[in-house]
């Protein structure tokens, strides 16, 4: 699918990052500048440089296509992920600016006094951001390929290089400005298309979806394979095929019956209008199905409480302990201002996620030929053209594309500039010429490993990322700020069994462990026992060990809570570990 | 040294010489001290902020995690419709983000109000 007009949209996008990063050049010139932005970014324009970092791939793109392939309970994964924001608010936002450290490292290092906890949160800072990285690069290679045609592998080697030489470039002051023009992108990218398609294209009424009359095609479908899919035909139906169908090679019209046909990558199947449409892998959700308001996991109605409940944890939780997030409170002026930025993020966030559901109905209604070939995940990219064959239509799929690729670098910056932060703070030593050569090494290494690992599903690897931070820098977080005999022994061993336990079940899960049942919700949403365990853990081991309690425990706590204005000079900041330039 | 000249007089003290003599906050000090006194005002006042986090995350909580559990006790909520519209696309498509985002601003305001009587506090002694 050559998009002439989808190519210049991407094109601009990245042309207009560049630009928007390059301004950052003549600012940044101290390490201090790089990392947090010399600390001084407004309130509204460091509320939308977290929110476009924040909506990645999997906001912009998988909630939509999960809450159409699932049904309507997949949108408490857009719930949870604003809700984090609540909690981070009242829970983590003042104190750790106040704290002064600039990444959770610093924060546990300056808080519990051991080196050693500290070089294990370099370590998982890296593993979370890496996951996380992994599945933008992937959703680039989709998106480009897509728009060009061709491989995969171009759009992932595209986003890495200009991913990778914006930060090495500019640091972070161009990269908040980025960020900013970046959630204004993505909000009008979804906002446009999902009120034009709703409002002044014609589509079947939306109550349709309350309706329990099976999904049809409304006219005549042609539906393309890119993959070699399980389909499933819920009634006789007579299509002109070009492919292969169950073994066979086909060429004209053949009848399919009722059962699951395997149909290879590059078939064409064309549907007559009113057929009802098969779906791929699972049979169809009724309409009572789809309008649940809870969630499914992998298709099945299994244990869909605890199934809930684990998303919800993950996505709460978990929006507090992603590093490349917690990194931007540090450019905040303090922590009221912190505060204020938090509450912020909350409405944007609000705003935005209503447009995922927008898609995942009008999907539903509008373009079955996605349940067939299996490609949900890209209602977002397809839905415009799918409505309007026109000259709109092709707009605004441009419009959605540039959106999409603008999640993929937003998300990839951030996640880019707190490894390489990371990295060269902890292992590469300081200053600017460590930071550059951090970012370009991760950058070419992750590249490369993005390359590799196109075949894993962007929602796995994101919900790895998630359920990982909440089993880890969660609870490190809410017991370090609220809890005075936190030990670094505790901390320590939270660390490594919530990371190890919530690591393994999503390990196993994607070896293909836990097809039902408990095992399936306990492996494939982790957090709902890890989160526990690992609370639990960090405050058992610090009971027993309460001579790890640092000496000065009130001193830092001081500087976690007390307001800015009353601290005694020289005291409040007694922490912070590399002096601002 | 000069007794007469007052300035200097002054500085001539039994305590401890205080760097922030001359700022408006004379209670500050014991904070920073090691003693009960201070520690109790300091876990005063991460009581009061932990009891404004939680005056806002408990509603929230239950808000969110209510309906999945009601869904679950009461199938005939699971697919209720509302005006022909699934009641989960109302509360999960938008629903439920109006009292999140009121229940931040609520805690922000607080939150600003509660340090300033902290403030206060310090300046009274």
Same mark, same amino acid.
């Given at each position: 699918?050559?998009?002439?007009?989808?190519?210049v949209?991407?094109?601009?996008?990245?042309?207009?990052?560049?630009?928007?990063?390059?301004?950052?050049?003549?600012?940044?010139?101290?390490?201090?500048?790089?990392?947090?932005?010399?600390?001084?970014?407004?309130?509204?324009?460091?509320?939308?440089?977290?929110?476009?970092?924040?909506?990645?791939?999997?906001?912009?793109?998988g909630?939509?296509?999960?809450?159409?392939?699932?049904?309507?309970?997949?949108?408490?994964?857009?719930?949870?992920?604003?809700?984090?924001?609540?909690?981070?608010?009242?829970?983590?936002?003042?104190?750790?600016?106040?704290?002064?450290?600039?990444?959770?490292?610093d924060?546990?290092?300056?808080?519990?006094?051991?080196?050693?906890?500290?070089?294990?949160?370099?370590?998982?800072?890296l593993l979370?951001c890496?996951?996380?990285?992994?599945?933008?690069?992937?959703?680039?290679?989709?998106?480009?390929?897509?728009?060009?045609?061709?491989?995969?592998?171009?759009?992932?080697?595209?986003?890495?290089?200009?991913?990778?030489?914006?930060?090495a470039?500019?640091?972070?002051?161009?990269?908040?400005?980025?960020?900013?023009?970046?959630?204004?992108?993505?909000?009008?990218?979804?906002?446009?298309p999902?009120?034009?398609?709703?409002?002044?294209?014609?589509?079947?009424?939306?109550?349709?979806?309350?309706?329990?009359?099976?999904?049809?095609?409304?006219?005549?479908?042609?539906?393309?394979?890119?993959?070699?899919?399980?389909m499933?035909?819920?009634?006789n139906?007579?299509?002109?095929?070009?492919?292969?169908?169950?073994?066979?090679?086909?060429?004209?019209?053949?009848?399919?019956?009722?059962?699951?046909?395997?149909?290879?990558?590059?078939?064409?199947l064309?549907?007559?209008?009113?057929?009802?449409a098969?779906?791929?892998?699972?049979?169809?959700?009724?309409?009572?199905?789809?309008?649940?308001?809870?969630?499914?996991?992998?298709?099945?109605?299994?244990?869909?409480?605890?199934?809930?409940?684990?998303?919800?944890?993950?996505?709460?939780?978990?929006?507090?302990?992603?590093?490349?997030?917690?990194? @931007?409170?540090?450019?905040?002026?303090?922590?009221?201002?912190?505060?204020?930025?938090?509450?912020?993020?909350?409405?944007?966030?609000?705003?935005?996620?209503?447009?995922?559901?927008?898609?995942?109905?009008?999907?539903?209604?509008?373009?079955?030929?996605?349940?067939?070939s299996?490609?949900t995940?890209?209602?977002?990219?397809?839905?415009?053209?799918?409505?309007?064959?026109?000259?709109?239509?092709?707009?605004?799929?441009?419009?959605?594309a540039?959106?999409?690729?603008?999640?993929?670098?937003?998300?990839?910056?951030?996640?880019?500039?707190?490894?390489?932060?990371?990295?060269?703070?902890?292992?590469?030593?300081?200053?600017?010429?460590?930071?550059?050569?951090?970012?370009?090494?991760?950058?070419?290494?992750?590249?490369?490993?993005?390359?590799?690992?196109?075949?894993?599903?962007?929602?796995?690897?994101v919900?790895w990322?998630?359920?990982?931070?909440?089993?880890?820098?969660?609870?490190?977080?809410?017991?370090?700020?609220?809890?005075r005999?936190?030990?670094?022994?505790?901390?320590?061993?939270?660390?490594i069994?919530?990371?190890?336990?919530?690591?393994?079940?999503?390990?196993?899960?994607?070896?293909?462990?836990?097809?039902?049942?408990?095992?399936?919700?306990?492996?494939?949403?982790?957090?709902?026992?890890?989160?526990?365990?690992?609370?639990?853990?960090?405050?058992?081991?610090?009971?027993?060990?309460?001579?790890?309690?640092?000496?000065?425990?009130?001193?830092?706590?001081?500087?976690?809570?007390?307001?800015? @204005?009353?601290?005694?000079p020289?005291?409040?900041?007694?922490?912070?570990?590399?002096?601002?330039? | 040294?000069?007794?007469?000249?007052? $300035?200097?007089?002054?500085?001539v003290?039994?305590?401890?010489?205080?760097?922030?003599?001359?700022?408006?906050?004379?209670?500050?000090?014991?904070?920073?001290?090691?003693d009960?006194?201070?520690?109790?005002?300091?876990?005063?006042?991460?009581?009061?902020?932990?009891?404004a986090?939680?005056? $806002?995350?408990?509603?929230?909580?239950?808000?969110?995690?209510?309906?999945?559990?009601?869904?679950?006790?009461?199938?005939?909520?699971?697919?209720?419709?509302?005006?022909?519209?699934?009641?989960?696309?109302? $509360?999960?498509?938008?629903?439920?983000?109006?009292?999140?985002?009121?229940?931040?601003?609520?805690?922000?305001?607080?939150?600003?109000?509660?340090?300033?009587?902290? $403030?206060?506090?310090?300046?009274?002694?």
């Amino acid at each position: 699918m050559n998009q002439p007009a989808t190519i210049v949209a991407i094109a601009a996008v990245t042309i207009a990052t560049a630009i928007i990063g390059a301004r950052g050049v003549r600012i940044a010139r101290t390490p201090d500048d790089f990392l947090v932005a010399a600390r001084q970014v407004p309130t509204l324009l460091n509320a939308s440089a977290i929110s476009g970092e924040y909506l990645s791939a999997a906001s912009f793109l998988g909630i939509a296509g999960l809450a159409m392939l699932e049904g309507l309970g997949a949108l408490w994964y857009a719930v949870g992920y604003a809700a984090g924001y609540l909690v981070l608010l009242v829970a983590v936002a003042a104190p750790l600016r106040r704290f002064g450290a600039y990444t959770i490292p610093d924060f546990a290092e300056g808080r519990l006094d051991s080196a050693l906890l500290r070089r294990v949160a370099t370590g998982v800072v890296l593993l979370i951001c890496g996951f996380y990285l992994l599945p933008q690069l992937k959703g680039a290679g989709l998106t480009l390929q897509i728009a060009f045609g061709g491989p995969q592998w171009i759009g992932v080697i595209v986003l890495g290089v200009v991913v990778t030489l914006g930060i090495a470039s500019g640091g972070m002051k161009g990269i908040t400005f980025v960020q900013a023009f970046q959630y204004w992108l993505k909000f009008t990218a979804l906002a446009i298309p999902a009120f034009a398609l709703l409002l002044f294209f014609q589509h079947p009424p939306v109550a349709n979806i309350t309706s329990a009359t099976p999904i049809t095609f409304s006219h005549r479908t042609t539906v393309s394979f890119p993959q070699s899919e399980d389909m499933s035909v819920n009634a006789n139906v007579w299509v002109h095929a070009v492919g292969t169908i169950d073994g066979q090679a086909r060429h004209g019209l053949v009848e399919l019956s009722p059962g699951p046909q395997i149909v290879l990558a590059g078939s064409k199947l064309t549907f007559p209008g009113g057929a009802k449409a098969p779906s791929v892998s699972s049979p169809q959700l009724t309409a009572q199905e789809w309008n649940s308001p809870l969630l499914r996991l992998n298709g099945q109605p299994d244990h869909q409480l605890a199934a809930t409940y684990g998303i919800l944890l993950a996505t709460v939780l978990g929006a507090m302990g992603l590093p490349h997030i917690l990194v @931007r409170f540090y450019t905040n002026k303090d922590g009221q201002a912190a505060r204020r930025t938090t509450a912020f993020v909350l409405l944007l966030l609000a705003f935005f996620y209503i447009f995922p559901a927008i898609f995942a109905v009008l999907g539903r209604l509008e373009a079955p030929s996605l349940y067939v070939s299996g490609q949900t995940d890209s209602v977002v990219l397809v839905l415009p053209r799918i409505a309007s064959a026109g000259i709109a239509g092709t707009l605004l799929g441009a419009l959605v594309a540039a959106g999409a690729f603008a999640a993929f670098l937003s998300t990839s910056s951030g996640l880019l500039i707190s490894m390489a932060g990371a990295l060269s703070h902890d292992i590469m030593g300081k200053g600017v010429k460590a930071f550059r050569g951090s970012a370009i090494c991760i950058g070419a290494v992750m590249t490369m490993i993005g390359i590799f690992v196109l075949g894993i599903s962007i929602n796995v690897l994101v919900g790895w990322a998630f359920a990982i931070a909440a089993s880890t820098f969660c609870p490190l977080l809410l017991l370090g700020i609220w809890w005075r005999r936190l030990t670094w022994k505790g901390a320590l061993a939270g660390l490594i069994l919530g990371g190890g336990a919530s690591s393994l079940a999503v390990v196993a899960t994607m070896l293909g462990a836990g097809k039902s049942g408990w095992p399936a919700v306990l492996l494939g949403e982790p957090a709902i026992w890890t989160v526990p365990l690992a609370f639990a853990t960090m405050i058992g081991v610090s009971l027993v060990t309460p001579r790890a309690v640092p000496q000065d425990v009130t001193q830092k706590l001081l500087a976690l809570h007390l307001p800015e @204005r009353v601290r005694l000079p020289n005291r409040g900041n007694a922490l912070r570990q590399y002096p601002v330039a | 040294m000069k007794i007469s000249d007052p $300035v200097q007089r002054e500085t001539v003290r039994a305590t401890t010489p205080r760097p922030t003599e001359r700022t408006p906050f004379p209670a500050r000090d014991d904070l920073y001290q090691p003693d009960a006194y201070g520690r109790e005002l300091l876990s005063s006042l991460m009581r009061a902020q932990a009891g404004a986090s939680l005056a $806002v995350l408990l509603p929230a909580i239950t808000l969110i995690a209510l309906y999945p559990l009601l869904a679950v006790l009461i199938p005939r909520l699971a697919s209720l419709q509302v005006e022909g519209l699934p009641l989960a696309l109302l $509360v999960l498509g938008g629903g439920l983000y109006p009292p999140l985002v009121l229940l931040g601003y609520w805690y922000v305001r607080r939150s600003e109000r509660l340090e300033q009587r902290f $403030v206060e506090l310090l300046k009274e002694q």
